[in-house]
């Protein structure tokens, strides 16, 4: 019995996998399996926590010296898409002036994840207005 249900767990993986692989590129599902930047800032210098219109909530810390984004933290409780979204924008910000990182654009999100599919256009979206919530804290 134990064996049956390993080769069906093992089928449906193959499924998911090979079916996501048709609906995302080798980058997003590179940044949505291995996140960079995940977690919170102790003390953060600005904290900014959105939900979306789908109810994939993100929420953004980050560091701030000499006017540059130093260190840049998400979490999120969304889809694939949102989490690659929350690790694109954060890798985007860090070193950037406040005033540049303000000035991402959901476009360049998608640029670094070739692309989303129509229904995932939403995730970039989330995550620029969440790096841009954080400047109601303490910028």
Known sequence: MTEEFDDLINELETAILKEEKE??????????????????????????????????????????????????KFITDGCGPSTASGSAVTEMAKGKT???????????????LDGLPEESIHCPVLAVNTLRACREIKW
């Open 23 to 72: 609906l995302y590129s080798e980058r997003t599902l590179e940044e949505a399996y291995n996140p960079k930047n995940v977690g919170m800032l102790e003390d953060p210098d600005g904290c900014g926590r959105i939900t979306g219109s789908c109810g994939d909530t993100i929420q953004i810390h980050i560091k701030v010296a000499d006017g540059k984004i130093v260190d840049c």
């Open 98 to 112: 406040i005033e540049d990182a303000l000035m991402i654009e959901a476009n360049a999100i998608l640029a670094v």
